[in-house]
Nanobody, 122 residues
Framework: QVQLVESGGGSVQAGGSLRLSCQVS????????MGWYRQGPGKQRELVAG???????NYANSVMGRFTISRDNTKNAVYLQMNSLKPEDTAVYYC????????????????WGQGTLVTVSS
């Protein structure tokens, strides 16, 4: 099976930084777009940042200029560098990736990680 495992979450004071990592494992043919989502208390899950296979990125307006998404295709990993954290960033962060497997090498299906908790205190 294919698994996405997040790490790097924790507790930090406002203004601090955290770096989230997501490692993809399993028998795969290709990884397409990847992204980070989050779900805060009483809120719906939202897209934080996305990155295509070629490296094009997009960000939620709320994190623009503070967060940076990156990926390492040789390691099947995606990262989220979070700087200048605010209490409103408190949420469970989920990694997502489109995974293609044989015999359907062009069919990318979404796979989700288990989530990692980020808590930002005032």
């Amino acid at each position: 099976q294919v698994q996405l495992v997040e790490s790097g979450g924790g507790s930090v004071q406002a203004g601090g930084s955290l770096r989230l990592s997501c490692q993809v494992s399993g028998i795969i043919f290709s990884i397409g777009d990847m992204g980070w989502y989050r779900q805060g208390p009483g809120k719906q899950r939202e897209l934080v940042a996305g990155i295509t296979k070629s490296g094009a990125t997009n960000y939620a307006n709320s994190v623009m200029g503070r967060f940076t998404i990156s990926r390492d295709n040789t390691k099947n990993a995606v990262y989220l560098q979070m700087n200048s954290l605010k209490p409103e960033d408190t949420a469970v962060y989920y990694c997502n990736a489109g995974i293609a497997r044989l015999p359907a090498p062009h069919q990318y299906l979404p796979v989700w990680g288990q989530g990692t908790l980020v808590t930002v205190s005032s």
